[in-house]
């Protein structure tokens, strides 16, 4: 059935190569501080000329709140069709320390059969996929028009800042974003030429605690035993929202979900994570039932003394910066407030504590039982030859929950170019071309099908 669509994206890989190392080029890392803006509207400028160029009518720039400018699309599909919105993000994350690369960053590089580059992954490699499979499927609509079905085009200029302004464009005018089917891609296979799909992510509920014991510092010689170090108080507290097994335990929230879709081997998460031979991992279950279903706390930060420079004095005061995963399930507000309670209860010697609520963020779940996941899946299968499998994501896409609430209609999923190997956000990032051609015949077929 897809051949047709298999020869059409092998025929188009050496301009999807040239596309990529053009996009990789501009230095689109929306942080004005370290690189021109001039490069992300550049940036920006190019992906709505290219879907335009590939088949979508309508493309046009919109600025949103934070500055940034969303290249939105639209091209009708024949009458009683469906619609699918296609997503990506044409910002990058800023190169960090460019010693730490074997290749420039803003220069795609082939290496070991892979393409090395800032964004050759995360998320210009899934704007080229996208074009891709509009081309390999243009042609194939009815009365007139490109494609099987409507597609709708978004492409995000902040989206590694976190800043928001596309969630308010969405919010503000939903009209632009309206679909059957709203494909999120910026997620990857559990590995290469794995097909899957992301259907679940946490949220998030961070916080800053503030522990004060004494009026100020005091001679630990002549005050050390009696007095209440506030730092030790803090790394006592700190140390009580962990087991002897590593598991994360805050009084009131539910650690013992499980994960039933694929499983995250742990050799494979290791690898990932980076983990030193000889280190045990944390908690007890599944990999993934403790990365994906299982609230998760991590502390970001501690203000105290620095090794170099202190001193033999008792602390009157420190502080911490917590962040707290939130699996599916659980309501984030929820998960914020036992955080906060527990800290209070967990305080020795009766410190004085104060603890700042940071943002709170919600879980997704997608749904899996609709006629689009259906079409997905039986693409992903032809195209990968295996079946689809699902995982979840330890991280927070607040676009997500915007797009269920402004797009309640919509079957919402999440897939892309991203797998592990790629390193994305850290130096030496990379992608397999082979997903990109495989995630585009995927993507023109699913096309094909849901508007059959």
Not at 81 to 90: D, E, G, I, K, S
Request: charged letters at 20%; a negative charge.
């Amino acid at each position: 059935m897809g051949a047709d669509i298999r020869d059409a994206v092998r025929r188009l890989m050496p301009t999807a190569r040239e596309e990529l190392a053009t996009l990789v080029a501009y230095r689109s890392v929306a942080d004005p501080r370290q690189f021109p803006p001039e490069e992300c509207l550049a940036a920006a400028t190019w992906v709505r000329d290219a879907f335009v160029a590939a088949g979508v009518g309508s493309v046009e720039l919109i600025e949103t709140a934070d500055g940034s400018n969303a290249v939105v699309g639209h091209q009708p599909g024949p009458p009683g069709a469906p619609t699918v919105l296609l997503y990506c993000h044409y910002d990058v994350q800023p190169p960090g320390d460019e010693t730490a690369w074997h290749t420039p960053p803003f220069e795609l590089t082939d290496r070991d059969g892979r393409w090395y580059g800032r964004g050759a992954a995360d998320c210009k490699g899934n704007i080229v996929m996208h074009l891709l499979a509009l081309r390999a499927l243009r042609g194939s609509g009815t009365s007139g028009t490109p494609f099987p079905v409507g597609i709708r085009i978004v492409a995000e200029g902040t989206e590694e800042m976190g800043t928001g302004g596309l969630e308010a464009l969405v919010a503000a005018r939903p009209d632009l974003f309206q679909a059957d089917m709203i494909l999120v891609v910026d997620t990857g296979n559990a590995e290469v030429g794995e097909p899957t799909a992301t259907v679940t992510l946490r949220g998030v509920a961070n916080v800053v605690v503030h522990v004060e014991t004494m009026a100020s510092e005091v001679h630990s010689g002549m005050f050390g035993g009696p007095a209440p170090d506030a730092l030790a108080a803090l790394v006592q507290m700190l140390a009580s929202l962990r087991d002897a097994d590593g598991n994360t335990v805050v009084d009131g929230l539910d650690a013992t979900q499980s994960w039933d879709g694929a499983a995250y081997a742990e050799a494979q998460f290791r690898t990932d994570a980076g983990v030193l031979d000889g280190v045990g991992l944390a908690g007890t279950g599944t990999v993934a039932d403790r990365v994906w279903a299982r609230p998760a706390l991590t502390i970001l930060g501690i203000d105290c003394p620095p090794v170099v420079g202190s001193a033999a004095a008792i602390q009157p005061r420190a502080s911490a910066r917590l962040n707290l995963r939130v699996p599916p399930g659980m309501d984030p507000q929820t998960a914020l407030d036992a955080l906060i309670g527990h800290l209070h209860a967990h305080a020795p010697w009766g410190s004085r504590v104060t603890v700042e609520p940071e943002q709170t963020g919600s879980p997704f779940r997608a749904g899996t039982d609709g006629p689009g996941y259906a079409a997905l899946g039986a693409a992903m299968a032809e195209a990968f030859g295996r079946p689809l499998g699902t995982v979840g994501q330890g991280g927070s896409i607040p676009l997500c929950n915007v797009f269920a609430e402004q797009v309640p209609g919509a079957e919402i999923v999440m897939l892309g170019v991203e797998e592990p190997r790629c390193l994305i956000h850290a130096p030496n990032e990379s992608v397999d071309p082979s997903e990109i051609e495989n995630l585009a015949v995927a993507e023109a077929l699913f096309l094909r099908r849901f508007g059959s």
